[in-house]
């Protein structure tokens, strides 16, 4: 049994699926692990240290591999070369119809951890969790890096400088890390979102729950449900003065597969102090803020707005840590009896199945592809 970690060939991408200290876990458990080289050096991990952990360091790592692990998914050429029955652990793009026609057609086994089920028995392989974490906390030093003053109260002979404020909207695993952080480094924080579990986590990072009275969204995996028209707008207008009295403001809110709800306004952001600054973690998927853009800084009345992109990848060494542990514990669950066999009535493996086969066992995908069954 092989897994093979293959070199990230897109730019912005600088995690790495598995790092050294997750080979020796892999390889007591009866795996080989091949490492292309230089696959771990944009998160900071030499080949030696790759060697060092037990690893063969080659190119083609891939071919005749059991497992294939990566951040991204490959690219159709490279699909096309694998055998038959070989098993892809990685993230699917939001639509990913050629990478799921391409592995279909050559019968390879997709998993797409983004899909790992939001169950208690799946945290440790939950990496949309473990690099929302990585996001969260890059937020806050974005926030502080870019706005021209402190974030702690100073308190001096010469006068005392106030603290900053920040508000935070939505507090799920980015949200709550980026107000941790924030409160951290000293700012007052106060914090929204639309589920009721929220404010009782929000108080407990020491930040200040905001309550608009709108009647909770909870919905399923933890995430929050679509609002209305009606409703998204009453709720901008009830943070308008929230957000307009905020130094930094970091918004974190979306869900997977689906566009970001827009929670702020331009003519909100134009409302804010010369020198804000707004964090747009959600800018890939549509953005928070209206007029975000994902990979660029620009300036909406007197803010400067930061969008972000493939933000885990900004701190590379530690997303892949977590990222790798999360590929890590999901080939433990497959690995029965020293063999890679992984278990279709498991929820875990069913869930973020994509396709087995020649088939698409995904439904929602399958019906991107196909139309919905009858």
């Known amino acids: ?55 063969e360091v080659a190119w083609g790592a891939d071919h005749a591999a059991t ?12 699909l096309q070369r694998l055998h038959a029955g070989t098993a892809l652990m990685s993230f699917l793009p939001t639509n990913p119809p050629d990478v799921v026609r391409t592995a279909t057609r050559a019968k ?7 899909l790992i089920p939001r169950i208690s028995r799946a945290q440790s392989m939950d990496a949309l969790s473990s690099q929302a974490l990585v996001a969260g906390y890059r937020a806050a030093i974005v926030a502080a890096e870019r706005l021209p003053r402190f974030f702690p109260l100073n308190m001096t002979a010469a006068g005392t400088v106030p ?43 020491g930040a200040i729950p905001i309550e608009l009275e709108l009647g909770t969204l909870d919905g399923a995996g ?35 597969g689906r566009t970001a709800p827009m929670l702020v306004s331009r003519s909100m952001v134009e409302q804010m102090k010369a020198g804000s600054v707004v964090v747009d973690l959600a800018s890939e998927q549509g953005g928070n803020v209206e007029g975000s853009v994902a990979g660029t800084e620009l300036t909406i009345g007197d803010a400067l707005v930061w969008g972000g992109a493939n933000v885990p990848s900004q701190m590379a060494g530690p997303a892949s840590r977590l990222y ?23 929820e875990i493996v069913r869930g973020c199945c994509v396709t087995h086969d020649g088939s698409v066992l995904h439904e929602p995908t399958r019906a991107l592809l196909e139309g919905p069954s009858a």
């Not at 497992?67 to 490279?78: D, G, K, M, T, W």
């Not at 209305?228 to 970091?250: G, K």
Request: hydrophobic share 50%; no cysteine.
């Open 108 to 114: 390879l086994t997709v998993f797409a951890m983004e």
């Open 163 to 205: 603290p900053a404020q920040v508000l935070v909207l939505g507090a799920g695993v980015a949200g709550l890390q980026a107000i941790a952080t924030a409160k951290r480094l000293g700012a007052v924080v106060k914090a929204y979102d639309v589920r009721t579990a929220a404010a009782e986590e929000i108080a407990s990072m």
């Open 222 to 256: 933890g995430y929050a449900r679509e609002m209305t028209p009606e409703r998204a707008q009453l709720q901008r207008d009830l943070l308008a003065p929230y957000v307009a009295a905020a130094d930094a403001l970091i918004t974190t809110a979306a869900v997977p």
């Open 324 to 346: 790798g542990q999360n590929i890590a514990n999901l080939i433990r669950l497959m690995t029965r009896n020293a063999a890679f066999d992984p278990d279709f009535d498991d």
């Open 1 to 55: 049994m092989k897994i093979a970690v293959v070199r990230e060939t897109r730019p912005a991408e600088r995690r790495v699926a598995l790092v050294p200290e997750h080979v020796a876990k892999l390889i007591e458990l009866g795996y080989e692990v091949a490492v292309e080289p230089a696959a771990g050096e944009r998160a900071l991990f030499s080949d030696d240290q790759y060697r060092d952990a037990g690893a």
């Open 67 to 78: 497992i294939v692990a990566s951040v991204q998914p490959l690219e159709r050429e490279r």
